[in-house]
């Protein structure tokens, strides 16, 4: 499966953020994903097994749990892919920095104005 067709999934999006946060037994996975996305057991347990296939988490286990972590050798692969798309919004990005900090510096200065009458 490709890593897009993964990612595609906005289950196993949420999951993959649930465990960026750091490892998580796959009970506690499968309880917020169905609080979240109201999906069974086993669709949760097929969405983390996709996850696993592919690369883009690990388990282990611990006792009779499994627990998850995020392996970022294939997110590594899909930001160096984006990499080339980049020079389409990193200089929108700057340029939208430089008119931040000109808006902060200007609500300083007049507030620096406005307190001192």
Do not use: C, N
Request: charged letters at 30%.
């Amino acid at each position: 499966m490709h890593a897009f067709d993964v990612l595609g999934d906005p289950v196993r999006r949420r999951i993959l953020e649930l465990l960026i946060e750091g490892e998580r037994p796959s009970g506690e996975v499968t309880e917020a994903i169905q609080a979240e996305f109201g999906i069974s057991q086993p669709a949760v347990s097929q969405h983390l097994k996709v996850l696993r296939d592919s690369g883009f988490a690990d388990v282990r286990a611990e006792g009779t749990r499994r627990v998850y972590r995020v392996d970022p050798a294939p997110l590594q692969q899909v930001d160096a892919w984006l990499e080339q798309f980049r020079v389409f919004w990193t200089p929108r990005l700057e340029a939208l920095a430089t008119e931040v900090a000109r808006g902060k510096r200007a609500r300083a200065k007049a507030e620096e104005e406005g307190g001192g009458s």
